[in-house]
């Protein structure tokens, strides 16, 4: 059983396939913000040059009509996160313009900027209160005292003292200072001299949470009173195994701070305060280390200091929540089947089932924003699809329609040739379903036959959706001549709960063998040539890999491994994050008796039956999966004469994104499947 998607966008005749350089001539699209009145979008488009190896970021603004798009800043520096004032007259936004983030603001048609914050450091989020009066922005501060500190007469020395874990995190090495939150008071739109406070000063913890979190992650209450934020009040090795942050209430008038979530010990984020102040909506999962946990909204009464869960018996992971203007509803973003939709949540419903899934897209929402124009509800939201960069998108909230406003990159696809792509449903050998999508080569002829590459998703909890990557992007995988094979395998979200968990304890089990569901019945289809069969993959992918390597039975003639775990030992001692493997592995290793993973389902284990070509890439600032697990996987391969090479960026994390580095790891991607796969 399998559904065709035919791509929207109409191609020219000399319409030509995707080179790795097209995905860096598409604009970037992110952030849009309904004006007040919800007449006018404000956005960001972040461009590249390949050449300069950079890229900066622009805003502008459209109606939601689509007419009437505007460049209103365009400097040849960065103008991000742009928010609108609350009469609609003017849009705040940061800009490093003065040779530092700040906060700017500007006419809503992009005049009359004014630098509005001369912070002595980067700014790196912000919101004003509603009255505008009052300001929080986020900054990172010196807590930790530095080698510098304690030995002065040693200005040069360069060694790190490390006494406790959680010493590097994602890309970079604990350097003692912290993300606090700051408020500001403002007269006549300046910040008045003096009046900036740290709300946490002196403590070791950040908000938001790094390495990404954002100003989702704090709110002001409407009459600015009240400030909540996203902590996690922990410290080195407490910090290391555990995912409990929590919703802190900071009262401006008084200065007290109160956890509102204490004694929920899994992740609690994204504060969202009633506009009738009576309440606050966040997001929450329930078990402490588990970072793939259902999202679970809860809603806590200022009044009756009650907590209450609003999504109990909803089977699927809430992502970003807002309320309604009237507060009568809560609209969010939901995995659902392989792509990310919006729902609402209905709190005035006497059904049994409150929550209704409005937009039935086959493309992933990823943003959206609310506001009501005195009539109706109006949103907007950002969505992409397997063909498609992100675009801003116009809301029916009846219907659930979607129509387009922007078309930021239509030269760009007019010019290129897309493939077909397919939806499938394939049995796994407990019977059960597996979402699988195929990608077919533009100009695809059933009657031709073409290699194959069985596509292995990280996380390992994260949906094979309807993702644009501008890496691992199939549309340019296809455009190499290849079928993609990209099968939602069992731990991968949006499949219910059930799914999602059965990856944690069995990384090597049903996961693998629904990998090999994919390919073999795919494989069965006369267009395929079961000869020319490869595997890819990066982190989980990476470990996917590794794991097929020495279990695929010679179906594979060449694979590649990106920034993947090859030895489950050496992994748990060097990664940062350890809640991440005590809880999917089971634990460390000198447990006794040692967690079975280690021996059942370590890769490390069958390098002995290794015999196809392997491409092996791998990241030295990339902290999670440490470049040592790429090395061993490396040197395991040449002693044992098996076709490999290692491809090695000194300055990447556990992505690559910089357009030139970029452009090259595609050129080694493919040289590397051309060479045996055709």
């Not at 929402?365 to 124009?373: A, E, G, L, W």
């Not at 998703?457 to 992007?473: A, C, I």
């Not at 890999?545 to 050496?570: C, E, M, P, T």
Request: proline share 4%; aromatic share 12%.
């Amino acid at each position: 059983m399998f559904m065709v998607i035919c791509s929207l966008i109409t191609t020219t005749s000399f319409a030509q396939k995707m080179i790795p350089e097209t995905l860096w001539k598409f604009g970037r699209v992110s952030s849009p913000k309904l004006s007040p009145d919800g007449s006018v979008i404000v956005y960001c488009i972040r461009n590249y040059s390949l050449e300069k190896n950079k890229g900066n970021t622009d805003i502008y603004r459209i109606n939601t009509d689509g007419t009437n798009r505007m460049l209103i800043a365009g400097d040849s520096i960065n103008e991000t996160d742009p928010k609108w004032s609350s009469d609609g007259k003017h849009i705040y936004y940061l800009c490093n313009k003065s040779g530092s983030n700040q906060i700017w603001k500007m006419d809503a048609d992009g005049n009359n900027k004014t630098q509005i914050t001369t912070y002595k450091d980067d700014i790196s989020n912000y919101e004003f209160s509603q009255h505008e009066d009052m300001l929080w922005f986020t900054a990172d501060v010196q807590v930790d005292k530095t080698v510098k500190d304690i030995y002065p007469d040693l200005p040069k020395a360069t060694g790190r003292i490390i006494d406790n874990l959680m010493y590097r995190h994602w890309d970079t090495w604990a350097d003692g200072t912290y993300s606090h939150i700051f408020i500001a008071y403002l007269k006549e739109g300046k910040v008045i001299d003096g009046s900036i406070m740290d709300i946490m000063k002196g403590e070791r913890f950040d908000s938001p949470l790094k390495p990404d979190g954002d100003d989702g992650q704090i709110t002001w209450l409407i009459n600015g009173k009240k400030l909540a934020y996203t902590c996690k009040k922990l410290v080195g090795k407490d910090y290391a195994v555990s995912t409990n942050s929590d919703i802190y209430v900071f009262n401006v008038i008084n200065g007290s701070t109160e956890n509102i979530s204490e004694g929920m010990m899994g992740y609690d984020v994204n504060p969202r305060f009633s506009n009738d102040a009576k309440s606050i909506m966040w997001l929450s999962m329930k078990t402490n280390g588990y970072e793939a946990d259902r999202n679970r909204i809860y809603v806590y009464n200022f009044d009756t200091k009650e907590k209450k869960e609003l999504t109990t018996g909803f089977d699927y992971s809430v992502e970003k929540a807002e309320w309604s203007p009237d507060n009568s509803k809560i609209y969010f973003l939901c995995g659902i089947n392989a792509t990310d939709q919006v729902f609402s949540l209905d709190l005035n419903s006497k059904e049994k089932t409150p929550i209704k899934q409005l937009t039935h897209d086959v493309g992933d929402h990823t943003d959206f924003s609310i506001v009501n124009n005195g009539k109706e509800d109006v949103m907007v939201t950002s969505m992409m699809s397997i063909s498609m960069p992100t675009e801003l998108y116009n809301i029916n909230l009846k219907t659930g329609a979607s129509t387009q406003i922007t078309y930021t990159n239509k030269d760009v696809l007019s010019s290129i040739k897309m493939g077909k792509v397919e939806k499938r449903m394939i049995k796994a050998t407990d019977g059960k379903d597996i979402l699988t999508w195929v990608i077919y080569p533009p100009d695809f002829d059933a009657s031709k036959k073409y290699p194959a590459l069985l596509y292995c998703q990280g996380g390992p909890q994260s949906t094979v959706s309807q993702f644009f990557s501008y890496r691992w992007n199939f549309q340019l995988m296809a455009a190499n001549g290849y079928i993609i094979v990209a099968p939602n395998r069992r731990g991968l979200p949006s499949f219910g709960e059930a799914w999602n968990k059965e990856i944690s304890g069995d990384w090597g089990g049903q996961a693998m063998n629904d990998l090999l569901s994919a390919i073999d019945e795919v494989s069965k289809e006369p267009y395929v040539n079961k000869d020319k069969l490869g595997a890819v993959g990066a982190s989980f992918g990476g470990y996917s890999v590794y794991w097929l390597a020495g279990h695929h039975n010679k179906r594979f003639k060449a694979l590649i491994a990106h920034d993947g775990v090859f030895d489950l030992q050496s992994m748990y001692g060097t990664t940062e994050e350890i809640w991440f493997p005590d809880y999917d592995i089971g634990g460390a290793y000198w447990k006794t008796p040692m967690p079975e993973s280690y021996a059942k389902f370590n890769p490390i284990n069958f390098v002995k039956n290794w015999d196809a070509p392997t491409l092996i890439i791998h990241n030295e600032k990339d902290f999670r999966v440490p470049v040592e697990q790429g090395m061993e996987a490396f040197t395991a391969a040449q002693l044992q004469n098996i076709p490999s090479r290692f491809l090695c960026f000194p300055d990447e994390n556990h992505w690559v994104t910089k357009p030139q580095n970029s452009v090259l790891w595609q050129r080694i991607f493919f040289d590397w499947l051309d060479r045996y796969l055709k």
